[in-house]
């Protein structure tokens, strides 16, 4: 089993411009989210999933989208990145809401 | 929203001691977890424990749900055992799908 996979694991953006990190789950997991962890933050919540059709916001949604067209696939967009968005970004995975947590390898996104 | 106080928030040991990090949560909770992340930054998820006690080799970790708290015990400590530790919560009541994480304890083991 692969787990969780997220690409691109490093990227550079000029602000402003706009990009996707994919992430893909072979663990027919209903439930699956994206975090960004800065130095002293912790990892906070973008958005996350319950299932194929369903997102929602997390504690820090503002200039990031989403989308859950199948249960394998969240990808997060950028739509216009800023500085502030630089940042280490983990897509993560669970059979259910409140299940067992499972992490990709992270995404280092450099915003300049 | 429920708040995660970790501590400390950093530990030195010499290789082979014994170490307990705390978790103090702020509410109810229907959903706790342990991860170690490691210098290379992978996240690894250790304890699924939203109560009672759980042992898997030198690691342990026990929540007392009743007083808001969980621990997790390192035993003989390796120098692999480095990283930061993350306690993560998800509120009881309310449904919220959020899994709020606290700041870590960041662990160095000395050779």
């Known amino acids: 089993n692969a787990g969780v996979t997220q690409t691109p694991k490093f990227q550079v953006l000029k602000t402003g411009q706009s990009m996707t990190l994919q992430c893909a789950q072979d663990?027919?997991?209903?439930?699956m989210s994206w975090y960004r962890q800065d130095p002293g933050m912790g990892l906070r919540l973008i958005h996350y999933?319950?299932?194929?059709?369903?997102?929602d916001q997390g504690e820090v949604p503002n200039g990031y989208n989403v989308s859950r067209s199948t249960t394998e696939d969240f990808p997060l967009r950028l739509l216009s990145a800023a500085p502030s968005q630089t940042s280490v970004y983990f897509c993560a995975s669970s059979y259910y809401r409140t299940g067992e947590l499972f992490f990709g390898e992270g995404s280092r996104l450099t915003v300049l | 929203g429920i708040q995660v106080e970790q501590s400390p928030p950093d530990l030195i040991l010499q290789e082979g001691a014994n170490s307990t990090l705390r978790c103090n949560f702020s509410d109810s909770v229907n959903n706790l977890q342990w991860f170690h992340q490691n210098p290379w930054g992978q996240l690894i998820n250790l304890f699924y424990i939203p109560s009672g006690t759980k042992q898997n080799g030198r690691l342990s970790a026990t929540t007392v749900a009743t007083e808001r708290y969980s621990l997790l015990y390192i035993s003989s400590s390796q120098t692999t055992d480095s990283g930061v530790y993350f306690c993560a919560v998800q509120k009881a009541q309310g449904g919220s799908e959020k899994l709020v994480f606290g700041k870590g304890t960041k662990l160095t083991v000395n050779p």
């Open positions: 663990m027919n997991h209903e439930y």
């Open positions: 999933s319950v299932g194929a059709g369903i997102t």
